[in-house]
């Protein structure tokens, strides 16, 4: 096990071994080692364990350490480094020195070393910094400390083929030419047979008298164990020493059997580990090649609204943004303004159908003290906090027709006029306008001012339904399994979110709410599902059957057969809530696009209260 070795106070030979990842050099008695004598600071210097690498390196600039002679303030330690802290000299040992075969209990310390050894090396890989190539260099340090052994090797198989992927000597430093110094027959024997393997002197076995590999290197012990898991050769361990014959016992081979065994594991876990890092990044890269800012989509429609976004963002023009509720409008706003010469100052959003229509008209514009009743102060409107910047007015189409009119003069004069105030103030605000609804045909039916609708559409940018952009659908929908999955504490295959009934219901789903019902479709899958990949059952999209609008749709299967009259009820409440929420609990709209007064949506609320 690594060490430190240094003289005491009383002239004692002390040892203390690095068992943690920090370890603390100085004279306070809050350090690991602590150290009397002068010119120590109260923390002089540390060594931190990294996989395969410990590093001196000192806690300031006014404590070094020396190294033959020399100055330093850090350095990677080797076996059998010498270094001195103050008067007193430290030496550094990468193993503990080999344990007398005469003692009866060296089997037992042989085995408890090694399950040592294995603690330190899982704690390693359990810390997420930690590369494959760091654990694999600890790997063979702690089997060639373990061992006895002058050199180790880890040799990766893939099908007939090998390779060295470790190649580590006694001093913990890389060895040069490690094929070189390989036995090929032995490993070939071992890979087959997958059973572990004892040399006791191979210059001189039967076995190898025909191996050229085994007479040029004339090697002595040998000790080699395949690395299998659940059935899977990964490869092995080789260690071996030329200068020693019989060096390797049978008590040996047993210990490093469990140890390989378990090291299998570690490097298998690693292995996909790094594999899933790969995935990850692979995701990304796919997922940043099909998007525009946050908006995320390849199809030609979505492609032509990006080009459309990228002409208009640069200018002052007013931008009317069409599309169904939750098309991502609110999106498109935020892209034309980040991608503007306002991108600095504020983009301020208003949703004009959330607001009283008492109260629309101070919050566009702001008040003055005294204005109204309730208005106890002054306050600044949305179009001055949006000066110098944007302002985003969704659902612009619920302006009541008294109030186009004050929006129009803003439009046409940049000015704002507050409610109980005489005079106007000038504003520099670039206006991006949304709704869901047919402006033009509410121009025709009187419920919406032309001139205003000309004002604001200068340019138009129309979102297609998510129902109309094929492939996108599996698109977002992966990106909202990436992004909930952690927080819901999903365990869903990244690279294959989906498995075939949940990617067909997706892409045959209609989608009436868009993407923000995609949204909650995916949320609530990764809540209840059970498996690795989530279904159609999981999104709650079983059953297909024709959309009203021509394409087909998934919905539930009905828990058991009721009367019409019943069952029309059922869907006709179901159906008022869905609007409701897609309308984010609006009910005037909500009455409005179903086109009966509200006080139905007013009676169904109160229905819905009393459940």
């Given at each position: 096990m690594p060490h430190l070795q240094y003289t005491g106070p009383d002239g004692a030979t002390l040892r203390f071994?690095?068992?943690?990842?920090?370890?603390?050099?100085?004279?306070?008695?809050?350090?690991?080692?602590?150290?009397?004598?002068?010119?120590?600071?109260?923390?002089?210097?540390?060594?931190?364990?990294?996989?395969?690498?410990?590093?001196?390196?000192?806690?300031?600039?006014?404590?070094?350490?020396?190294?033959?002679?020399?100055?330093?303030?850090?350095?990677?330690?080797?076996?059998?480094?010498?270094?001195?802290?103050?008067?007193?000299?430290?030496?550094?040992?990468?193993?503990?020195?080999?344990?007398?075969?005469?003692?009866?209990?060296?089997?037992?310390?042989?085995?408890?070393?090694a399950m040592r050894q294995l603690q330190r090396f899982s704690e390693l890989l359990l810390r997420d910094e930690s590369s494959l190539d760091g654990l694999l260099n600890e790997l063979i340090d702690q089997v060639v400390a373990l061992t006895s052994a002058s050199k180790g090797f880890l040799v990766l198989a893939e099908g007939d083929k090998y390779e060295v992927r470790v190649a580590r000597g006694l001093d913990r430093q890389p060895v040069d030419d490690p094929e070189q110094l390989l036995s090929d027959k032995i490993i070939r024997e071992v890979i087959t047979s997958r059973e572990p393997q004892i040399i006791s002197d191979a210059y001189h076995d039967m076995r190898f008298q025909n191996?050229?590999?085994?007479?040029?290197?004339?090697?002595?012990?040998?000790?080699?164990?395949?690395?299998?898991?659940?059935?899977?050769?990964?490869?092995?361990?080789?260690?071996?020493?030329?200068?020693?014959?019989?060096?390797?016992?049978?008590?040996?081979?047993?210990?490093?059997?469990?140890?390989?065994?378990?090291?299998?594991?570690?490097?298998?876990?690693?292995?996909l580990l790094n594999e899933l890092r790969s995935d990850a990044v692979g995701l990304q890269k796919r997922l940043d090649d099909v998007k525009f800012g946050q908006i995320i989509g390849s199809c030609p429609q979505m492609i032509e609204v990006y080009k459309r976004v990228e002409k208009v963002a640069g200018t002052d023009i007013s931008v009317l943004v069409t599309g169904e509720t939750g098309t991502g409008k609110e999106l498109i706003a935020q892209e034309i303004h980040s991608r503007s010469p306002r991108s600095k100052g504020p983009l301020v959003t208003v949703?004009?159908?959330?607001?009283?229509?008492?109260?629309?008209?101070?919050?566009?514009?702001?008040?003055?003290?005294?204005?109204?009743?309730?208005?106890?102060?002054?306050?600044?409107?949305?179009f001055q906090a949006a000066e110098k910047g944007t302002i985003f007015l969704d659902e612009v189409g619920e302006l009541p027709l008294q109030l186009q009119v004050k929006f129009?003069?803003?439009?046409?004069?940049?000015?704002?006029?507050?409610?109980?105030?005489?005079?106007?103030?000038?504003?520099?605000?670039?206006?991006?306008?949304?709704?869901?609804?047919?402006?033009?045909?509410?121009?025709?039916?009187?419920?919406?001012?032309?001139?205003?609708?000309?004002?604001?559409?200068?340019?138009?940018?129309?979102?297609?339904?998510?129902?109309?952009?094929?492939?996108?659908?599996?698109?977002?929908?992966?990106?909202?399994v990436t992004r909930y999955a952690r927080e819901y504490g999903a365990k869903i295959d990244a690279a294959h979110p989906f498995d075939p009934s949940g990617e067909r219901a997706l892409l045959r789903f209609n989608w009436p709410g868009n993407i923000r019902q995609l949204e909650n479709h995916v949320k609530k899958a990764l809540?209840?599902?059970?498996?690795?990949?989530?279904?159609?059952?999981?999104?709650?999209?079983?059953?297909?059957?024709?959309?009203?609008?021509?394409?087909?749709?998934?919905?539930?299967?009905?828990?058991?057969?009721?009367?019409?009259?019943?069952?029309?009820?059922?869907?006709?409440?179901?159906?008022?809530?869905?609007?409701?929420?897609?309308?984010?609990?609006?009910?005037?709209?909500?009455?409005?696009?179903?086109?009966?007064?509200?006080?139905?949506?007013?009676?169904?609320?109160?229905?819905?209260?009393?459940?």
């Open positions: 071994k690095l068992l943690r990842r920090l370890t603390s050099i100085g004279s306070s008695r809050e350090c690991d080692v602590v150290l009397a004598g002068p010119d120590i600071a109260p923390t002089h210097c540390t060594i931190e364990h990294e996989a395969g690498n410990f590093k001196l390196e000192s806690a300031s600039r006014s404590a070094p350490f020396f190294i033959a002679g020399k100055k330093l303030r850090e350095h990677n330690l080797r076996h059998g480094d010498v270094f001195v802290v103050g008067p007193i000299e430290l030496s550094f040992a990468a193993i503990d020195p080999p344990i007398a075969s005469s003692d009866p209990e060296s089997a037992a310390k042989v085995q408890i070393e191996s050229m590999s085994v007479i040029n290197l004339k090697l002595s012990s040998v000790m080699c164990v395949p690395l299998i898991v659940r059935g899977e050769l990964l490869g092995l361990i080789y260690v071996g020493n030329n200068s020693v014959v019989n060096l390797f016992k049978q008590s040996q081979l047993e210990t490093l059997r469990v140890y390989a065994t378990q090291a299998a594991l570690f490097i298998k876990n690693a292995k949703n004009c159908g959330a607001i009283p229509e008492n109260l629309i008209e101070s919050e566009l514009f702001g008040h003055v003290k005294g204005a109204f009743t309730g208005a106890v102060g002054n306050q600044l409107g949305k129009l003069r803003v439009l046409q004069e940049r000015q704002v006029q507050r409610v109980g105030e005489t005079k106007s103030t000038p504003i520099d605000v670039r206006v991006v306008a949304a709704t869901n609804r047919d402006l033009a045909k509410d121009v025709a039916a009187g419920r919406f001012r032309e001139d205003l609708y000309h004002r604001l559409n200068v340019i138009d940018i129309h979102l297609p339904p998510l129902r109309e952009r094929g492939q996108d659908v599996a698109l977002i929908a992966r990106y909202f809540v209840l599902a059970d498996g690795p990949a989530l279904t159609a059952r999981d999104l709650d999209l079983e059953i297909d059957m024709p959309g009203s609008a021509g394409a087909p749709i998934a919905i539930a299967a009905p828990e058991q057969i009721l009367p019409l009259t019943e069952a029309r009820e059922l869907w006709q409440r179901d159906y008022i809530n869905h609007v409701l929420a897609l309308n984010a609990g609006n009910r005037t709209k909500t009455a409005r696009d179903l086109g009966v007064d509200p006080r139905t949506i007013f009676r169904h609320l109160e229905k819905e209260d009393k459940k």
